[in-house]
Structure formats: structure tokens, C-alpha cells
Nanobody, 121 residues
Framework: VQLQASGGGLVQAGGSLRLSCAASESIFRNNGMGWYRQAPGKQRELVAGITRGGKSMYGDSVKGRFTISRDNAKNTVYLQMNSLTFEDTAVYYC????????????????WGQGTQVTVSS
């Protein structure tokens, strides 16, 4: 397994969760890392991405609430999610790629398995 995501679960609205995605060294070293999410019936949308150099970007719906970071020593990317709302409920996927568009493209990059985040209202 090249990307292993973890940390999802059930949380009440207003709460926090931290997702982790551990990658193989070669993939992590050569790529930016990102998180996408997909709710039932919706597109896979960008949540956050971080370049190899540490520059971060966020989807509009999570700006100010979510923070992406990467630990180069552990080959791991994190997504700290605060002030969660019901609308954040989705399967969250990590991806290693060199760019992150607003909609996830499964034909490029290396995708991990999803982790379910459920926010109860």
C-alpha cells in the first residue's frame, strides 16, 4: 500500500478530527500531497493540498477551519479539521500528485483508500 489514510470517524458538529496519510518514501518525496472528499451523489472535491515545499491551498468551503501539514521525516501528511459541520460528512481521500485541481482526477496521481468522516448535527 503506497498511501494509507487513517483518522476518520464520527464526531459531533463543532468538533475536530485529524486525518493522517502515510506514504511510501519515494512517493512522498517526489510529490505534493492532498486531500479530497466525496459525499454521496457529489463530485470528489479538493479539500486541501500542500506542495513539496510546504505551500498550502484549500477549497473554499474549508478555508479557516482546516489545516494541512506534512511531516517530511515521517512521510506523512495531516489534515486538521476544526469546527466541523454536517456538510463536511464525506469519504476523505489522500492523494500524491504534482497539482491539485478543484475536482479529483482518478486518472492521475496516486490515491489512497478513503476514510469516512461523519459529522452528526
Amino acid at each position: 500500500v503506497q498511501l494509507q489514510a487513517s483518522g476518520g470517524g464520527l464526531v459531533q458538529a463543532g468538533g475536530s478530527l485529524r486525518l493522517s496519510c502515510a506514504a511510501s518514501e519515494s512517493i512522498f518525496r517526489n510529490n505534493g500531497m492532498g486531500w479530497y472528499r466525496q459525499a454521496p451523489g457529489k463530485q470528489r472535491e479538493l479539500v486541501a493540498g500542500i506542495t513539496r515545499g510546504g505551500k498550502s491551498m484549500y477549497g473554499d468551503s474549508v478555508k479557516g477551519r482546516f489545516t494541512i501539514s506534512r511531516d517530511n521525516a515521517k512521510n506523512t501528511v495531516y489534515l486538521q479539521m476544526n469546527s466541523l459541520t454536517f456538510e463536511d460528512t464525506a469519504v476523505y481521500y489522500c492523494v500524491a500528485d504534482t497539482m491539485f485541481g478543484p475536482v479529483g482526477n482518478l486518472k492521475r496521481g496516486n490515491w489512497g483508500q478513503g476514510t469516512q468522516v461523519t459529522v452528526s448535527s
